[in-house]
DNA sequence: AATGAATGAGGATTCATTCAT
DNA sequence: CATGAATGAATCCTCATTCAT
């Protein structure tokens, strides 16, 4: 009864996994986050992810795939959280405050998300391959804010949020709330 | 005068090179900015250098040093500029200028310091080796700014230039100029 | 007549695919001479043939054997070529000229031919297993020739036409036709 | 006097290994006449020649340079001995004789030159750039060959060595010596 | 009968670093 | 002081083959 050919999962039992390619996926964005672009390689993420190594490149054609499927990942996961921010927002109001809340909360309290941000830039500023993530990106985060300010405006604020996001996460005095409620305010002239 | 074959130029020519080391912290740069952190190796900066491979690990520690000295240069330079740019302005209407000039003209036409500048923020987000860099530089930028504006403006303004002058890199459709003045204006009350 | 969906001509059209093997067997020769033995994958052939991958290791028990009888269908069609332009010479005369033409035009304008009778001799020189292809090619050559010349000269012919075809093939300045008919003639005493 | 530190060749003691690199050369030609230039690896040649993976391509820029080299060797090795040979005959018949022993017993003992031989051609068939070993090896064998027959009779004879050793090899009941005697005769006319 | 998923072994190559000279 | 030689680890990627379906 207990012999081999009775078992239902014989030996390692990791025939078919599906869902697979999307476990590699998110495992890479971690790894990013912990080592880096540049160290990021394919038996990293092979361990991570509990995978043979040879699974790497069944998936993905190479490591620009993988990083390209990566980021836009993450683009997407961070854009709908914007999104989602904007849109419980009522009147320019609290839309204002909602964009408050972005710069000082969110990111600041993932340093995971700042360093893959940089990772992206970094790679969309010499690949142009990458380009069209940073492109959705941006694009997603500026209609949501056009939902309630003028174009000009959304695109100041956009910028806003950018510089001021990376200023606190990089700064060694890191600016206070307020400074971010005055800055937003003098952009929306609120 | 000192030994018996007192050759002025030795055979090789290469027998004692002052400023070697600094020539390959210059090369470093630009190699970085043609293949990035990642892809930049002692072998590669030492062939662009023109320098024996030995040399490298000889005038420095290894990959780490190598990268803290190029990019402590960078940021040197960077900052001088932007302090030149700050100190010739006359009055508050003259640094607006020079700060719109700094967004729309400085970075957007060198894709070089664009790169290196997410390279550098990237090392910076995950090793806090490199903070000291980029936090002399904001440092730098601030006092700069700090002459025409009040520190918290100061501080709304440096954040508002990092923003925009990512955004103007990246953009599909970066923004035009008066996009710049209006929201340097709408910062500094101007 | 067995399931409800009774389709002649079902979803992916390609469920039964006779001359399957066929087609590999070319296209085989094919990618060996694009890229010779060394470079032939079952990956390789499969997409060049338009067949999925694991239809390879159906087909064939390896790719030894898949090299052995896309090398036996190459000689079989070069002997067969060789043979109808032997068995068309009338008399002597026109055995010589139907050599001196074998030598002289026929393998001469196609690289590929060249490409492939090489890397046979090279599996044959270490692999006896496929000398009974090369044996079989020789033999039906010969025999070929002894319908016009005596055995001795036949056997010299057909080195000739060996030696004279890889140094015309892989010649700096290759010689020309008068001196293939020059040879041919002391050869055979025309 | 026997502790460590007394060693004048401490630990591994292979600190330079002057020569490594004709080694490496001499060992790539055996390993390519055991199995093949598809079968032929650094790690392979690494091993034989015992010698670490890593020096493989720190002496050579990759598989090619190290083909090259090998057959470049391969073709003035058997270059020399032919030219030898040929050297020693006095007059016409003993370099009739000289050509017979070539074919007959020179290449007859040495599966490996046969196999190296149909290696290169391979190589030579489809990459030009193994052209110049095989046109050099040619020029070569003209030119000895010239020192007793006219131009036009020693193409011949260089093609007819040539098929003569082929089919030698790989026939499987070869020709006698006497028919190579004859061969020769009947294309000097001796 | 046929195939897509999967994988471990091995491919060439690059690398930072060590060390004798 | 300076460097060329050397190497083991790690890089990405390709491969033949197996197997559940």
Redesign the pocket.
């Known amino acids: 009864m207990t012999t081999a050919d009775a078992d239902p999962q ?1 030996s ?1 039992g ?5 869902g ?1 390619r999307d476990r590699i996926i998110d495992v890479c964005l971690d790894v990013i986050a912990d080592v880096g672009v540049a160290g ?5 993420v092979a361990e991570a992810a509990d ?5 790497m ?3 993905f054609s ?2 620009n795939e993988l990083l390209h499927e990566a980021f836009t990942r993450f683009g997407t996961t961070v854009s709908d959280q914007f999104e989602r921010r904007m849109a419980t927002a009522a009147d320019a109001a609290a839309a204002r405050e909602a964009v408050v809340a972005i710069i000082a909360e969110d990111v600041f309290d993932t340093q995971r998300d700042l360093v893959l941000t940089h990772e992206l830039y970094t790679l969309a500023a010499r690949d142009p391959s990458f380009r069209d993530i940073t492109n959705a990106w941006m694009a997603r985060s500026r209609r949501a804010l056009e939902r309630h300010f003028d174009p000009t405006t959304a695109r100041m604020l956009d910028a806003l949020i950018e510089g001021l996001t990376i200023h606190r996460a990089l700064d060694i005095e890191p600016h206070g709330r307020e400074v971010v409620v005055d800055a937003v305010r003098r952009i929306t002239g609120g």
Chains 1, 2, 3, 4 share one sequence.
């Open positions: 014989p390692a990791r025939r078919t996994d599906p697979r990021t390689s394919h038996r990293r995978v043979p190594l040879g699974s490149t069944y998936h190479g490591m």
